[in-house]
């Protein structure tokens, strides 16, 4: 399992609609931003070759954002997870599960755990879901 610190505040939802209604590079501009700043700190994990569970832990520095705001920046998260060449990509392939826990402190920071499955089970069902599937009219 490996573990890493993002110390510092991430957009909420909020946050990133407001950018995206200013005008129509306002929110492209964010992202790519936000993007590169966590990318200094996925940059110390390796490449992942299975499928992986991450835990999320939020820690607050206050209660004004909603928890559902707060943990939109998983996406961020995991766009610069695939951007940086850790994961192939951020789907059900790749990404099989992530649990959300919240925390109030001092600092406002996330901590994730990210575990890769070695389930044989896993890559059965990974082998299978790349076959077509004939769907009937």
């Given amino acids: 399992m490996n573990r890493i ?9 909020n946050q990133y609609i407001n950018e995206c209604r200013k005008n129509r590079y306002a929110g492209a501009t964010m992202k790519k931003n936000v993007d590169k700043d ?3 700190y996925i940059n110390s994990l390796p490449k ?11 820690i607050e520095g206050n209660k004004r ?3 559902d ?5 998983k996406k961020f998260i995991l766009d610069s997870m695939v951007k940086a060449g850790k994961l192939k990509d951020d789907n059900r392939n790749y990404v099989i599960g992530f649990e959300d ?36 009219s």
Avoid: M
């Avoid at 992942?48 to 939020?58: G, L, M, T």
């Avoid at 990210?114 to 769907?135: A, P």
């Fill in 5 to 13: 610190e993002i110390p510092f505040k991430l957009p909420s939802l």
């Fill in 38 to 40: 966590i990318g200094w």
């Fill in 69 to 73: 705001n707060i943990c939109f920046a």
């Fill in 65 to 67: 954002r909603d928890l």
């Fill in 48 to 58: 992942y070759q299975n499928p992986i569970k991450i835990h999320f832990h939020w």
């Fill in 101 to 136: 826990t919240f925390e109030y402190g001092k600092e406002t920071k996330v901590i994730l755990e990210i575990e890769e499955v070695q389930d044989e089970w896993f890559r059965w069902w990974r082998i299978r879901s790349y076959k077509k599937v004939k769907w009937s």
